[in-house]
């Protein structure tokens, strides 16, 4: 099985079921990615299991095609999919920030961070 896959679409083009791999896309990015399309349809989570999630969008506008949905929310799925993927691998350096922004105390050494390796102005290198 793909990792996402239209298993079937209504006879009138008003519905369409999709299945998409719980190891390659967690609830949340789906559920993000059917945000997007609320105003045109309505998202129905069901019939997940250990393997896949079952996404059942239902057009909410008589002119809506079904199909042009669909393909839009699978662009929508892989768009968030990659800023899940990015908010993962930035959280330690946005916290960082986020604390060094609302901290009356410098987190970061700005003595060693801007210091020129010719300078020790913490006396260091004294034979002393």
Not at 8 to 27: G, H, Q, R, T, V
Not at 58 to 63: I, L, R, T
Not at 84 to 111: C, G, M, P, Y
């Amino acid at each position: 099985m793909h990792s996402t896959q239209i298993v079937e679409y209504s006879p009138d083009n008003k519905e369409a079921i999709l299945s998409f791999s719980i190891a390659e896309y967690p609830l949340d990015v789906l559920q993000r990615a059917a945000y997007r399309l609320t105003d045109r349809c309505f998202a129905k989570f069901s019939g997940s299991t250990d393997i896949v999630h079952q996404v059942v969008l239902s057009a909410k506008v008589a002119d809506l095609d079904i199909r042009v949905a669909a393909g839009e929310f699978c662009n929508a799925v892989l768009d968030e999919s990659l800023r899940k993927r990015i908010r993962d691998e930035t959280a330690i350096i946005r916290n960082l920030i986020f604390a060094q922004a609302f901290s009356d105390v410098e987190l970061l050494d700005t003595l060693r961070d801007g210091a020129d390796y010719r300078d020790d102005p913490l006396d260091i290198g004294s034979t002393a």
